[in-house]
Structure formats: structure tokens, C-alpha cells
């Protein structure tokens, strides 16, 4: 399964948006704080909202597909140089 069919995966979205509705909500009280509390908004304002929404979840989405990828692809064999890479070296 390919890390763009990873992005789709309902499983994964829903955790992103959920993600995204927290973190943004934190992060946009934090940095809009006048504006919404007192409901002014120019639009540069509400873009930069959406934008503070659209990055935790952008973030959230990525790690997950990328997550899903990589224990979806098969493990290299114990003692090869790529299981070296993934795990580190052997121990002593």
C-alpha cells in the first residue's frame, strides 16, 4: 500500500482531524485571541486561522500514513545491512 493510500485511510483521517481540532483551537486561541474574542476577523485573519487548523492536521496525517507505511512494508532480515539501518548496530 502506497504512503498516498495511507493519507486516505479513514482510520488515519479521522484521528487528523481530531488532531487538528484540538491543536488548531489551542494554537489559534493563542496567536487570535483579540479577534475572537471580540468576533473582528479581517480576512487575512481567517486565512491564517484555516492555516493554523490545516498545519496540525497536515502533520498529524503525514505521521500516520508515514507510520502506516513503513509496518506495512516487510522488515529486512536480522543481520543485514538494512536491518542494521533500521535497528542499529548488533549489540556487543
Same mark, same amino acid.
Given at each position: 500500500?502506497?504512503?498516498?493510500?495511507?493519507?486516505?485511510?479513514?482510520?488515519?483521517?479521522?484521528?487528523?482531524?481530531?488532531?487538528?481540532?484540538?491543536?488548531?483551537?489551542?494554537?489559534?486561541?493563542?496567536?487570535?485571541?483579540? *479577534?475572537?474574542?471580540?468576533?473582528?476577523?479581517?480576512?487575512?485573519?481567517?486565512?491564517?486561522?484555516?492555516?493554523?487548523?490545516?498545519?496540525?492536521?497536515?502533520? *498529524?496525517?503525514?505521521?500516520?500514513?508515514?507510520? *502506516?507505511?513503513?509496518?506495512?512494508?516487510?522488515?529486512?532480515? $536480522?543481520?543485514?545491512? *538494512?536491518?542494521?539501518?533500521? $535497528?542499529?548496530?548488533?549489540?556487543?
Amino acid at each position: 500500500m502506497s504512503f498516498w493510500r495511507h493519507c486516505a485511510n479513514p482510520h488515519i483521517l479521522f484521528t487528523s482531524v481530531k488532531t487538528a481540532l484540538v491543536v488548531g483551537s489551542v494554537l489559534a486561541l493563542i496567536n487570535h485571541f483579540e *479577534a475572537i474574542l471580540t468576533r473582528q476577523f479581517t480576512p487575512l485573519q481567517k486565512m491564517k486561522i484555516a492555516i493554523t487548523y490545516l498545519v496540525p492536521f497536515s502533520v *498529524a496525517t503525514y505521521a500516520a500514513a508515514k507510520h *502506516a507505511a513503513r509496518l506495512a512494508r516487510p522488515f529486512p532480515p $536480522t543481520g543485514s545491512a *538494512a536491518h542494521q539501518v533500521e $535497528t542499529g548496530p548488533p549489540a556487543p
